[in-house]
Nanobody, 127 residues
Framework: QVKLVESGGGLVQPGGSLRLSCGASGRPIDRYAMGWFRQGPGQEREFVAAINWASKMTTYANSVKGRFSISRDNAANTLFLQMNSLKPEDSAIYYC????????????????????WGQGTQVTVSS
């Protein structure tokens, strides 16, 4: 079983940037597609971004496209999410996730069957 731990969240002003990290242990992540989800107050968890095992394919939610960038370092067993031009509506708990597949699934459900979730890191965008 792969264990995921997010870090890098915090308070940032609108227009600012944050870089989230997701460290993995237990198994190498190079066999999994991985991604980020978020859950705002009173909202359902929603998809943010995903990347396949070899970083050859990425996909993003429309709400973050052009502002967020997902990447991974398989040698370091770490997933990243670079968030730029942050808006108050980006405020949420951000979770990383590992898929049972190394490849992205459908466009509607990029990660398919998720085998592991992190505990989440809070991102607050406010002046």
């Amino acid at each position: 079983q792969v264990k995921l731990v997010e870090s890098g969240g915090g308070l940032v002003q609108p227009g600012g940037s944050l870089r989230l990290s997701c460290g993995a242990s237990g198994r190498p992540i190079d066999r999994y597609a991985m991604g980020w989800f978020r859950q705002g107050p009173g909202q359902e968890r929603e998809f943010v971004a995903a990347i396949n095992w070899a970083s050859k394919m990425t996909t993003y939610a429309n709400s973050v496209k052009g502002r967020f960038s997902i990447s991974r370092d398989n040698a370091a067993n770490t997933l990243f999410l670079q968030m730029n031009s942050l808006k108050p509506e980006d405020s949420a708990i951000y979770y990383c996730a590992a898929s049972s597949s190394a490849w992205l699934n459908s466009e509607v459900d990029p990660l398919g069957d998720i085998i592991s979730w992190g505990q989440g890191t809070q991102v607050t965008v406010s002046s």
